[in-house]
């Protein structure tokens, strides 16, 4: 076992909430007489099952060096009473508020407040000390899901999965063995109250985050996470506010366990006022392909900005022409290569070679580098299109082209335009990446992007005037390091996490399988995620999940695209005969005005349907 500073404890409890409703709650806390600070992990995420075996590694560990470490269920969710927040998360702040006041009257906290968040409570956690910013001391957030749009654009992948995933994890039941009898009533006030969020979720995405920290705030993402714009937009917004640092490493969605000491240094300095350190760590410390690199300020004002225009350092190999424009109209299928919209660190999430998708796109290439070209930030691409009466969407990825042609992807960006507005800004996703020398950076330019990006409708593509159009990038220059030290993390010493049963399937299905049916000129994409399989709890309880993801689409019919998800969760504890299994199949089309959404909820106990119901939404289009 780990030597930490303190013993630790750990309790169950539960938060009651002024309209009565509980909070499930778990506590792992130092064994001292002295009132200690609290770390907050507020999450819908179910405790005892879905998130035991991390919270059962991190939590102890931060107890250990004597905080509260407290793991808290959202409403409707897990083991806490009452019916799922709505769409809007207005109900989770306001419980969450409710939240912090509860902790900080206990007598075994001081007063002072962290909040700890990953994916959507991370998320959770920067709106909450923005709505209760005297009751939030810190924020430590990784990969906060929000605002993920593109652009404008409406998005296809991870959107019906999530939906799905949501809707089950709400309707899934509490576990007896923590609520006793009551469990039935409760599951049934939920399964009552829900209802599918397509038509907030297409307009909005997953909900904007703070422009602005609320509290001091260690933002970290994976340079392949969708949230990583958001953490350098966070980070450049706290000159003037809250103080911000950010870490950006080579990591997948989560939080990984080599930052964990630096949100301890964090903790120690907000919340303890000891002098960890934390404020003496540069504003960015980021991973750009080769090494870790360090800038303070940020902005950073080793980073220019060096434009590229598509008629001179860049050019594409197109036939020659009259015209001055150059004409992009991708196939339906071209987007079929981008990897996983949230990777989660398997092999299939990575975006491979991108040959494929360049031979679909009109490319723009340098000449081979002279020497190392270091990108660190958000890159933009200013073009002029041609004047248009409709609306469509202009997609751009920028590649690093090895002597060998292999493609790699570095960053992307899509917006959709307004006519009749020529001269347009693509924003691409922040990007740290090094292109070596003899390497050649590549514009890939498309109409269209699926299944990341539901298809126009009427795909007419775009025309765009090179010599009026621009690539800018954020190049950070190659002495900026001299003299600094070097950026090193190291990995803490955590409890192990109770013993955890794995069981994979017989017949595992592969990560991403992409079919091309030459006949019916369609293109299908399955996915299995990692958490397919069975789990067998210490506690008894056993977890069985198995979900598929697909998409389709005809080569020549853009409203042919269709979306689906099916998910199954089984939860069991054989020693009382207790067994739930939830069933849902999502699938979203489009036609040239609306997007329609079927959703399927069925609940069975012990082999019988207790509870079936079925949602056919429409989302017009011109609503998102």
Not at 11 to 35: I, K, S
Not at 86 to 104: C, F, P, T
Not at 279 to 291: E, H, V
Request: hydrophobic letters at 35%; charged letters at 20%.
């Amino acid at each position: 076992m780990p030597s930490h500073p303190y013993r630790t404890v750990r309790e169950d409890a539960r938060v009651p909430l002024p309209d009565g409703t509980e909070l499930y709650a778990r506590l792992w806390r130092p064994v001292t007489d002295d009132p200690v600070p609290v770390v907050l992990e507020y999450s819908t995420g179910r405790l005892t099952d879905r998130t035991a075996t991390d919270d059962a590694r991190r939590h102890p560990w931060y107890a250990g060096h004597g905080y509260a470490s407290v793991r808290v269920d959202a409403r409707g969710h897990g083991n806490s009473g009452g019916r799922p927040g709505d769409e809007h998360g207005d109900q989770e702040l306001a419980d969450g508020a409710e939240l912090l006041h509860r902790l900080a009257a206990e007598p075994w906290c001081d007063g002072r407040i962290g909040l700890l968040g990953t994916g959507a409570a991370g998320a959770t956690a920067l709106r909450l000390a923005a709505h209760a910013p005297d009751a939030v001391h810190a924020v430590v957030t990784a990969c906060p899901d929000g605002g993920h749009r593109l652009g404008g654009a409406a998005l296809a992948a991870d959107l019906h999965t999530r939906a799905t995933d949501r809707l089950a994890d709400a309707a899934l039941p509490p576990d007896p063995q923590y609520v006793g009898d009551d469990w039935r009533a409760m599951w049934r006030e939920r399964l009552d109250a829900l209802e599918p969020a397509f038509p907030a979720r297409l307009a909005t995405g997953w909900g904007a985050l703070p422009d602005t920290a609320a509290a001091p705030t260690l933002a970290v993402a994976g340079w392949g996470d969708p949230s990583c714009t958001a953490v350098l937009r966070l980070l450049a917004a706290g000159a003037g506010g809250a103080a911000v640092r950010a870490v950006l490493g080579p990591w997948p969605h989560g939080l990984p366990d080599d930052i964990l000491p630096e949100t301890l240094r964090w903790w120690d300095h907000w919340l303890k006022g000891l002098d960890s350190g934390a404020l003496r760590t540069p504003a960015l410390r980021s991973w750009i392909g080769t090494r870790w690199t360090a800038d303070d300020p940020w902005p950073s004002p080793d980073v220019r900005a060096v434009r590229y225009g598509l008629d001179g350092p860049l050019r594409t190999a197109g036939t020659a022409s009259d015209d001055r424009h150059v004409h992009v109209r991708s196939p339906q299928h071209t987007g079929l290569n981008a990897g996983a919209y949230v990777p989660l660190g398997r092999p299939a999430d990575r975006p491979p070679d991108q040959r494929e998708e360049d031979g679909r796109s009109v490319c723009f290439d340098s000449q081979p580098l002279p020497e190392p070209l270091e990108l660190l930030g958000t890159p933009s691409l200013r073009l002029r299109l041609r004047p248009s009466a409709d609306a469509g969407p202009v997609v751009a990825r920028l590649c690093d082209v090895a002597p060998d042609g292999t493609s790699t992807l570095v960053t992307r960006g899509a917006l959709l335009t307004s006519p009749p507005t020529p001269d347009v800004t693509v924003e691409l996703a922040a990007a740290g990446h090094t292109v070596p020398p003899g390497h050649r950076l590549r514009l890939a330019l498309s109409s269209g992007y699926w299944p990341w990006l539901w298809p126009d409708p009427e795909p007419a593509g775009f025309g765009l005037d090179p010599s009026h159009s621009t690539l800018t990038l954020p190049v950070r220059h190659l002495a900026a390091d001299a003299g600094a030290a070097p950026v090193a993390f190291a990995s803490p010493t955590l409890p192990l996490p109770p013993p955890l049963h794995v069981t994979e399937p017989l017949t595992a299905r592969p990560e991403r399988l992409t079919v091309h049916d030459i006949a019916r000129h369609e293109w299908r994409t399955e996915l299995s995620p990692a958490t397919d399989g069975t789990r067998t709890h210490p506690d008894g309880l056993v977890r069985d999940e198995h979900t598929v993801t697909a998409y389709r689409i005809l080569s020549a019919a853009p409203t042919s695209a269709q979306a689906r998800s099916d998910r199954t969760v089984r939860l069991e504890r054989p020693a009382i005969g207790w067994d739930i299994t939830l069933q849902t199949r999502t699938e979203l089309r489009c036609t040239p005005t609306h997007f329609l959404a079927r959703t399927r909820l069925t609940a069975l106990e012990a082999g019988d349907v207790v509870f079936t119901r079925d949602w056919q939404q429409q989302i017009p289009r011109d609503a998102v």
